[in-house]
């Protein structure tokens, strides 16, 4: 279940939308997920505007744990939305706090290789590089790779050797990447 959200000008508030039924016009936004993470268009990005938005999330998570039990995939979706944008905006102790508990609650493989990329990209912002890197290599050591999460257990692999390269660490990077080309 993909759950959209419209803003419109004209009511001022953000409304769920199980899919666009037209192209957002000039006077509506959306706010869109794309790849693995969610965009808030410039337009409606004010804090004020977030501030709405994480109240609507945070309401969305609520209804859809109630309904459909916190292991749900729509659950975990929506808490990962709100996870998102509280990182998005800087609420990073409760956004990290989100990210462990969807991964403890997933049970898909992609949604736990989704969830360590993103905790590790957070921990990384926040200069914690030992533990996104921690994150990165439980991602990466998946006793095996379904082809439906290839693409992002490969993001895994490429966010760790990344992370290795940034830190100087030109062999442990090498060695990896030679592994990884080795077994996939």
């Not at 957002?24 to 869109?32: D, G, I, R, T």
Request: net charge negative; proline share 3%.
């Amino acid at each position: 279940l993909m759950t959209m959200l419209r803003f419109s000008e004209e009511d001022d508030e953000y409304v769920p939308q199980s899919r666009p039924s037209k192209s957002p016009s000039k006077s509506e936004s959306m706010v869109e997920y794309s790849g693995d993470e969610w965009t808030v268009p410039e337009k409606s990005a004010s804090l004020e505007r977030k501030g709405e938005l994480a109240a609507l999330l945070r309401h969305l998570f609520e209804e859809t744990r109630e309904k459909l039990g916190l292991e749900h995939e729509s659950t975990i979706t929506a808490l990962l939305n709100l996870a998102a944008l509280l990182q998005e905006t800087r609420k990073l102790d409760e956004a990290e706090q989100l990210y462990k508990n969807a991964l403890e609650h997933s049970l898909s493989q992609e949604d736990k290789l989704r969830i360590r990329s993103s905790l590790a990209s957070m921990l990384k912002d926040l200069g914690r590089n030992d533990e996104a890197e921690q994150q990165l290599i439980l991602a990466v050591e998946c006793p095996e790779v379904s082809p439906e999460v290839q693409q992002c257990f490969e993001a895994c692999v490429h966010d760790l050797i990344f992370l290795l390269q940034e830190q100087g660490r030109i062999d442990e990077a090498a060695e990896i990447q030679n592994r990884f080309e080795a077994e996939y």
